[in-house]
């Protein structure tokens, strides 16, 4: 029993950061949303939560595979953190620490071009959701999966405790 829940863990750390970055790029690469600065933030976890994952699919050791499992789990749940960050910067429940970000494509050219690239990039600020359903944002939905994937690796991570027959 306690084998299988750590398969579903470790299953649940790999699939998870590797759903919500295939949702956050495709939005970016099919649906035209350009991440801020903070969306970038709540990738980086994800990208370590995916490699130290994979890491614990071929790890020698079933010690060294629940590190890196719990690893991971660690490591979705920073980003749920800054996905609740942001979603409140969103929901202007506090103010962000950044500036604006901008999404400026190519480099070189004459100084007119590149002047014309600057002035056409579209401006992408961290307090204004792109997108957002049920009044949920990305960030927010990156908060609440991210959040409640990476308690529910670690719950199902965990060992029963014995109960000795002198406690009973």
């Known amino acids: 029993m306690i084998r299988d829940r750590f398969v579903a863990a470790r299953w649940l750390a790999l699939l998870l950061p590797l ?6 790029l495709g939005s970016q690469f099919i649906g035209g949303l350009f991440p801020c600065e903070m969306c970038h933030w709540q990738r980086w976890p994800h990208y370590a939560a ?5 890491m614990a699919f071929v790890a020698p ?5 629940r590190a890196l499992v719990a690893a991971a789990a660690l490591a979705i749940l920073v980003s749920g953190g800054i996905g ?3 979603a409140g910067v969103e929901y202007h429940w506090w103010d962000g620490i950044t500036a604006c970000a901008t999404t ?3 480099s070189g050219g004459s100084v007119e071009d590149m002047l014309k690239r600057i002035m056409a990039a579209p401006v992408v600020r961290c307090d204004v959701p792109q997108w957002s359903l049920f009044g949920i944002s990305l960030a927010g939905f990156n908060a609440i999966f991210s959040l409640a994937g990476g308690i529910a690796i670690l719950w199902l991570m965990r060992r029963r405790r014995r109960v000795s027959a002198f406690a009973r």
């Not at 759903?19 to 956050?24: N, T």
């Not at 050791?61 to 595979?65: H, L, N, Q, R």
């Open 19 to 24: 759903a919500l970055m295939s949702g956050a």
């Open 50 to 54: 995916i490699a130290l994952a994979a």
């Open 61 to 65: 050791g079933t010690a060294s595979k």
């Open 84 to 86: 609740v960050f942001h």
């Open 104 to 106: 400026m494509q190519g």
